[in-house]
């Protein structure tokens, strides 16, 4: 199998289009396409580690410099080593990091896109600050204007 058909195996084995890697590698979907099928064979070396980081595979999987049964032994060995580390967790951390290795790997790119954008939406939120309205100085400002402002910032349903 070559360099390409490998490729073009880790992208079907996660459900994703031809435009949709092509993005994530920062490549054309018409270089894909060539990467896919052995048109272009000199991949450069960025791709490929891109490819594989996206894939959970090896760069040396990708390269035919590793066989399958190989990655799989690394991979279940790492695989357990990471879960007796989650198993140390507090047990509701460790029920939801179950959770997400359970996940198919396209699914694990969506949670992983969901969480970044709920922390954006979290910093954004925490950025706000209340502005506060100043008294106008255009103008002479009585006693009456006053507690009227006041009453209208005391407001809770304003």
Known sequence: ???GERIKEVRTKLGMSQVDFADKINVSKQ??????NNIIT????????????IGNVSPAYLMGW??????????????????DLIDALPDNIASHTHDYYELSL???M?????????LANQHMEEELTVQAAH?????EVTDEMRQHDDDIMDDENF
């Open 110 to 118: 969506l949670v992983n896109k969901y969480t970044k954008n709920l």
């Open 135 to 139: 008294e106008r100085t255009d103008i």
């Open 31 to 36: 270089t894909l396409y060539k990467y896919e």
């Open 106 to 108: 396209h699914n694990q």
């Open 42 to 53: 000199n991949i450069p070396s960025d791709k490929v580690e891109e490819a594989a980081r």
């Open 66 to 83: 590793e066989s399958e049964s190989e990655m799989h032994y690394f991979e279940k060995f790492a695989t357990q080593a990471i879960a």
């Open 1 to 3: 199998m070559t360099v």
